[in-house]
């Protein structure tokens, strides 16, 4: 293979302020990271965040939703690794790829690491987000320790290494080599689908699956515009058999048709609307970057992700992928609701209860010690790789329907039979101004405080006919087990003597302004009470969280931007 020669530039810069990575990357307005010294900069700063030594040669994966800026930020990072000693690039195919198969190819190519384009479920093009996250060589989200030493690069920069002349085409599957300054710089494009769905083909029972299809099944998913589209099309459509009819909005666009790429009740209203025709009897939608899914059943049956992650626990050997390794533990984040709780102590199973963001689950994976787990915020995953995977669960969720043949709606109220129901709502509120918020988690803070708490325990508040007595409350902390690093203020929990649970934290993903996240969780065990609506079910709780914590008084908001 011929290979062209390219040199480095030195360039020298100033750092840009506010470049410290969040839940989940650097999430900020595209209009940001349009300076090219503003993408520049944090780009330098992940590659000289990762030792010296390991960084020579090595390789990394790139690739991203699709979205607005996707294909210069590509190109930006092709030409800084080249100049800081990469020695090769795994890019997918237009620079497409979903987050969990970025996952699966770090682990798969034993890359250093991956570095994602995506704002997840954050609205593109170009009014909309632009997202750079790094990935490590386990697959996962860097842990606070990587993406702290990013940050502290990020304040001191002053060059950047670049090869200003090298511009790649990533159109084409296929290897190309460059020589920069006497190195070897390999990039290799590939197919974004193809490895991906073999991983798949091994975990599931794709046989059956595709005698679903054929059978009376009819189902329908929506990609929202995100890079799951293709994955859809090709597992779904080429695999299994299925109609194209059932690959809705299956195209990435730049700026996901103008919507929000959020697979909620609110943002996928559409799937909803069609789904409740009762045409249907299984639903699906995902985020921008394929990491997250909504499941819904026949009539708009909805299943809230707390519940969905605690079926597929109580049901993993419906999938061959389980049969074989057995379940080794499960987890969820802290305002994740308690349904998983009850499936781990039913199986006997270790349980952990870890910060919101998938980083706090790969260490405990890492370690063989966690199978199963998943956030509420439309998040499910399993070892499989270390980051949270949309159509993974769907594919978990119609072997399940598969294996027991059964609804949707059956299953849960089975589940619901054998472990309670804990009825869940979030309430979302965004982009209210920082001030009051900070005020409002401030003062709740004061109230959960070691000195205060006292005085706050044992306090009963009253909605209606219903009284919950204060039983604990704190503002989370967590000692990963693993590694022992300690996270700090990750929510303020207030947990009544029935065990429901008020949450309150700060988004750590949006772009402009705060947004407030309020979490009830509430238990039942009453079998009457399982068919009822979750709203008015916890509307007691409701009200006692917005009492405590005077959210509307201090926000101005009366109502919140979504519930779910
Ligand atoms: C949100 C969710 C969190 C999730 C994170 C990234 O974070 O609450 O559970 O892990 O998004 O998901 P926050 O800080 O805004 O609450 V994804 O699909 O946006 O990468
Ligand atoms: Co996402």
Same mark, same amino acid.
């Given at each position: ?18 470049? #410290? ?8 307005? /595209? ?16 590659? &000289? ?36 000693? *990469? ?82 085409? /990533? ?12 190195? #070897? ?25 595709? #005698? ?7 189902? /329908? ?122 499936? &781990? ?62 609804? *949707? ?27 009051? &918020? ?9 109230? *959960? ?5 006292? &005085? ?15 039983? #604990? ?92």
């Amino acid at each position: 293979m011929s290979s062209k020669t390219f040199s480095v530039k030195v360039e020298s810069t100033v750092p840009c302020e506010g470049q #410290k990575p969040g839940t989940s990357g650097l999430r900020k307005h /595209v209009t940001v990271f349009q300076p090219w010294r503003y993408t520049a900069n944090f780009v330098q700063s992940i590659l &000289a965040a990762i030792d010296g030594g390991r960084r020579e040669g090595c390789t990394l994966v790139v690739g991203g939703d699709g979205r607005f800026y996707m294909q210069t930020a590509v190109q930006i990072i092709i030409q800084i690794a080249a100049a800081n000693g *990469v020695g090769k690039l795994v890019i997918g195919q237009n620079g497409l790829l979903s987050t969990p198969a970025m996952s699966f190819l770090i682990r798969k190519c034993k890359a250093e690491g991956g570095i994602i384009l995506t704002a997840s479920h954050n609205p593109g093009g170009p009014d909309g987000d632009f997202g750079i996250k790094f990935n490590t060589s386990n697959g996962g989200p860097a842990p606070e320790g990587v993406t702290n030493a990013i940050y502290e690069i990020t304040k001191t920069i002053s060059t950047i290494r670049h090869c200003p002349d090298l511009k790649v085409d /990533v159109s084409a599957v296929g290897t190309q080599q460059y020589e920069v300054e006497g190195r #070897k710089f390999v990039i290799e494009v590939v197919d974004p689908v193809e490895d991906y769905l073999k991983l798949m083909q091994e975990i599931f029972d794709f046989d059956a699956l595709k #005698k679903q299809q054929s059978g009376s099944l009819k189902f /329908v998913v929506d990609a929202m515009h995100g890079v799951v589209g293709p994955y859809a099309k090709r597992i779904f459509c080429q695999e299994l058999g299925a109609q194209e009819d059932c690959c809705l909005n299956c195209v990435p666009k730049e700026d996901f048709g103008g919507h929000h790429p959020d697979p909620n009740l609110t943002y996928a209203a559409d799937l909803v609307t069609l789904m409740k025709k009762g045409i249907h009897g299984f639903g699906a939608a995902f985020d921008g970057d394929g990491d997250r899914n909504m499941i819904l059943g026949k009539n708009g049956f909805f299943v809230t992700p707390s519940d969905s992650i605690a079926v597929i626990a109580a049901n993993a050997k419906c999938m061959p992928y389980f049969k074989k390794t057995g379940v080794k533990g499960l987890a969820r984040s802290m305002p994740t609701s308690g349904a998983l709780d009850r499936v &781990a102590e039913a199986e006997g199973l270790e349980f952990f209860e870890v910060p919101t963001g998938w980083k706090f689950f790969g260490n405990l994976m890492d370690a063989s010690r966690l199978s199963l787990c998943g956030e509420e915020s439309f998040g499910t995953g399993s070892d499989h790789i270390r980051e949270k995977d949309g159509l993974w669960a769907v594919l978990a969720w119609m072997s399940i329907m598969a294996a027991r043949q059964m609804s *949707v709606e059956e299953i849960l109220m089975d589940h619901w039979g054998k472990y309670g129901r804990n009825f869940f709502t979030r309430y979302d509120y965004e982009n209210v101004e920082s001030e009051p &918020a900070q005020q409002m988690m401030t003062d709740l803070r004061n109230k *959960v405080s070691t000195e205060t708490v006292a &005085a706050f325990i044992g306090k009963e508040f009253t909605e209606g006919d219903k009284t919950y007595k204060v039983a #604990k409350a704190d503002d989370f902390e967590y000692t990963d087990p693993i590694d022992k690093s300690v996270s700090k203020k990750q929510g303020i929990r207030i947990i009544f003597e029935d065990g429901s649970r008020i949450i309150f934290r700060l988004s750590g993903t949006g772009s402009s302004g705060a947004t407030v996240r309020m979490y009830i969780d509430s238990y039942e065990s009453d079998k009457t009470k399982f068919p009822l609506d979750a709203q008015i079910v916890l509307q007691p709780l409701i009200n006692i969280a917005l009492r405590i914590s005077q959210l509307r008084e201090l926000t101005g908001r009366q109502e919140p931007t979504v519930i779910t």
